[in-house]
């Protein structure tokens, strides 16, 4: 009887598959979402699947990897694979160096911080924003529940600049959005649009 996949495992035969259609699209496709992350962001999910609108797959952003890689991970809820990745963006006020870092050193939930969030969100409705198509998310947890009112959204942004982080250059600052490159945001948003699952968090060993 063969052995059963590893979550980890089972996210690399993902990459190597389910991912072939848009290996163009993406910078660098070995990256993985930390293991913890990864059964952190599942253990939420199954808390919330009864009430959420789609539950075929969700989305795990891994602040542990660099912002030059991919570190939103949009993922099958059945097996696990992969169906695409995107880079995304932290807040400035997650990172105290004068420049933008490959990774945010703090997370906050208080308005004004300018910085990311971590936790469980719920996404909302599509709407036509300064950055084009967005989408509205709400914080589950008390680390995020002010989301919504802080106005943390997803949205595409030119400073998210795929050819910047193929240089290994950290993309830009947001405000604390999830601010995704414009090419790939009308995906992201069709894909999460209306009660999908977001989970973002970061390794306990970085």
């Given at each position: 009887?063969?052995?059963?996949?590893?979550?980890?495992?089972?996210l690399?035969?993902?990459?190597?598959?389910?991912l072939?259609?848009?290996?163009?699209?993406?910078?660098?496709?070995?990256?993985?979402?930390?293991?913890?992350?990864?059964?952190?962001?599942?253990?939420?999910?199954?808390?919330?699947?009864?009430?959420?609108?789609?539950?075929?797959?969700?989305?795990?952003?891994?602040?542990?990897?660099?912002?030059?890689?991919?570190?939103?991970?949009?993922?099958?809820?059945?097996?696990?694979?992969?169906?695409?990745t995107?880079?995304?963006?932290?807040?400035?006020?997650?990172?105290?160096?004068?420049?933008?870092?490959?990774?945010?050193?703090?997370?906050?939930?208080?308005?004004?911080?300018?910085?990311?969030?971590?936790?469980?969100?719920?996404?909302?409705?599509?709407?036509?924003?300064?950055?084009?198509?967005?989408?509205?998310?709400?914080?589950?947890?008390?680390?995020?529940?002010?989301?919504?009112?802080?106005?943390?959204?997803?949205?595409?942004?030119?400073?998210?600049?795929?050819?910047?982080?193929?240089?290994?250059?950290?993309?830009?600052?947001?405000?604390?959005?999830?601010?995704?490159?414009?090419?790939?945001?009308?995906?992201?948003?069709?894909?999460?649009?209306?009660?999908?699952?977001?989970?973002?968090?970061?390794?306990?060993?970085?």
């Amino acid at each position: 009887m063969a052995s059963r996949l590893t979550r980890r495992e089972a996210l690399a035969v993902g990459v190597a598959t389910a991912l072939a259609p848009v290996m163009a699209r993406t910078s660098v496709l070995d990256a993985l979402p930390d293991p913890g992350v990864l059964d952190s962001a599942f253990q939420a999910f199954e808390q919330r699947r009864g009430w959420l609108r789609t539950t075929d797959l969700l989305a795990v952003v891994d602040f542990s990897v660099p912002s030059y890689e991919p570190r939103m991970f949009i993922v099958r809820a059945d097996d696990q694979s992969i169906l695409r990745t995107a880079l995304v963006a932290h807040g400035k006020g997650s990172d105290p160096a004068p420049e933008p870092s490959p990774v945010p050193t703090r997370f906050s939930n208080l308005m004004g911080s300018q910085a990311s969030c971590v936790g469980a969100f719920v996404t909302g409705r599509r709407y036509l924003g300064r950055h084009g198509p967005s989408l509205r998310i709400q914080g589950l947890d008390p680390t995020n529940n002010n989301a919504e009112a802080r106005e943390i959204v997803i949205h595409s942004a030119p400073y998210v600049d795929p050819e910047r982080a193929r240089s290994g250059i950290p993309v830009g600052w947001s405000e604390g959005c999830f601010a995704v490159p414009e090419p790939d945001r009308d995906e992201i948003v069709h894909l999460l649009r209306d009660g999908a699952f977001l989970f973002a968090g970061v390794s306990s060993a970085a």
